[in-house]
């Protein structure tokens, strides 16, 4: 929703910054329309340009990497998932509570993900994890191997928790807004200099039209993906969906 925002209002403001000052400079005094004063506005423009296209790249670069590192981490948090359950199936059938509670969580997160409402940071599936942990130390192991086989459980019970408060964690975003508004306030500075003194034509017009969305829609674009969970680009929900499908056999 904030992303829709952000790029409708950097939509308007590049309109408004190239279209008013066209507007703008038919009622400036001679002087400030000479040749020189337009020469002068191009140049300082072209200093944002450079600024503009530097720090949007790094921003798209930062939005992928988070991105693809939530991915990964979504495809080996599910990896976990399928191991600790392999683990506890060895163990016996005293596990079952533990397995079932498992596999409710992992039903929830992935029906969630696939809503871009994803469960891993609810209280309910913290809750359903809490359960898996508190039925892995409530075994009680009779011999050697039934006590491996629970510590090993243990262990990837605890990385698998760890793993999750980290995906949670990286759910956020890592752009702050205050470079995006930078950002706009360059670019509004330099399509206030490409409409000064531009002619006045529906081809000029349009031109500006079609550059202010197809700029915004790259803003939206980029932060959308900073976000991996919410919005157009999500992370997907299918290593769940396939850990699931491996917890039910």
């Known amino acids: 929703m904030m992303e829709t925002i952000i790029a409708v209002s950097v939509c308007v403001a590049l309109l408004v910054a190239s279209l008013g000052s066209r507007v703008l400079y038919e009622r400036l005094p001679e002087r400030h329309r000479a040749t020189e004063t ?78 871009t409402d994803p469960v891993l940071g609810s209280r309910t599936a913290e809750n359903l994890l809490n359960a898996v942990g508190r039925g892995l130390r409530a075994l009680k192991p009779a011999d050697a191997d039934h006590v491996e086989l629970k510590q090993r459980a ?24 205050p470079l995006t508004l930078l950002l706009v306030a360059w670019l509004m500075m330099v399509f206030a200099s490409y409409g000064y003194r531009a002619p006045h034509n529906p081809v000029m017009i349009a031109a500006f039209v079609i550059s202010a969305v197809l700029i915004a829609g790259t803003i939206y674009l980029t932060l959308d993906m900073d976000v991996p969970f919410d919005g157009t680009i999500q992370v997907s929900p299918m290593p769940l969906e396939r850990a699931l499908a491996e917890l039910r056999k």
């Open 154 to 177: 243990e262990r990837r019970f605890e990385t698998l928790y760890e793993m999750r408060w980290a995906l949670v964690e990286q759910s956020e975003g890592s752009i702050p807004l």
């Open 38 to 115: 337009e020469g002068i506005v191009r140049l300082i423009a072209n200093i944002f340009v450079v600024l503009a296209s530097l720090v949007l790249g790094l921003m798209i670069n930062s939005a992928r990497t988070t991105f693809d590192g939530v991915d990964k981490a979504v495809h080996a948090y599910a990896t976990q998932i399928i191991l600790l359950d392999r683990t506890m199936r060895q163990y016996g059938p005293e596990t079952e509570p533990a397995r079932q509670s498992l596999l409710a969580y992992v039903d929830q997160a992935a029906q969630r993900m696939a809503q």
